[in-house]
């Protein structure tokens, strides 16, 4: 009984040790490694949105010197001319936001690539994605795209989200064992290359 319940724990630790050689966590993480410019965006928008007001106006005031207007016209239109510039601001928000995104995305495509090329990865790991985590179809898909070697199905941040959550439940299992026949499924799977 006692060597089937370290033969358990060398089991866990060994899966760890998998988890830790086969996936970069930090790599993979796709809100910690947009934290950093997640403010840029906002501060672009807002200076973008004020240099348009800032030109709409400045062209009200040649109006006024040119008595195209009055000032009481370019008074009740400096809120109208609100408008186009928040929505140009927003609309440099989106897209300074979208390309930040579009980079690191790209980056964990080719990193998933690699990891997954040889006959795929994550779904190794699905005794434990179905023991650890039952309810989580998300990781269930990525198990799925991983055996076909479908890179379609392998969006990125989902990816990340998956092996993060099954290294957490993995970690989380606390003095729980791992059944014998998910620890069959886990061997055979990984001396298994196809």
């Known amino acids: 009984m006692k060597g089937s319940r370290n033969s358990r724990r060398k089991i866990k630790r060994w899966t ?22 997640r403010h840029k965006p906002k501060l672009t928008g807002v200076i973008a949105a004020a240099i348009i007001y800032g030109v709409l106006l ?5 109006g006024i010197s040119n008595g195209a207007i009055d000032q009481e016209t370019l008074a009740k239109m400096s809120w109208v001319i609100m408008v186009p510039s928040s929505a140009i601001g927003i609309f440099v928000y989106m897209l300074v936001s979208n390309r930040r995104q579009y980079d690191v995305l ?4 080719a990193y998933i690539a690699l990891i997954e090329k040889d006959g795929g990865l994550f779904w190794r790991f699905e005794p434990l ?13 990525m198990v799925e795209g991983s055996r076909v070697g479908d890179m379609n199905q392998l ?17 989380d299992t606390g003095n729980r064992e791992i ?9 055979e799977n990984f001396t298994n290359k196809t």
């Open 16 to 37: 760890l040790q998998q988890f830790d050689k086969a996936f970069d966590l930090t790599r993979l993480d796709f809100n910690k490694r947009m934290a950093p410019a």
């Open 58 to 62: 400045m062209l009200g005031n040649i």
């Open 106 to 109: 790209q980056d964990m495509k």
């Open 129 to 141: 994605v179905q023991l650890l985590l039952p309810d989580n179809g998300l990781a269930a898909q």
């Open 155 to 171: 969006y990125p941040e989902d990816y990340g989200l998956s092996v993060h959550a099954l290294y957490k439940a993995l970690g």
């Open 179 to 187: 059944p014998e026949d998910i620890e069959k499924a886990l061997i």
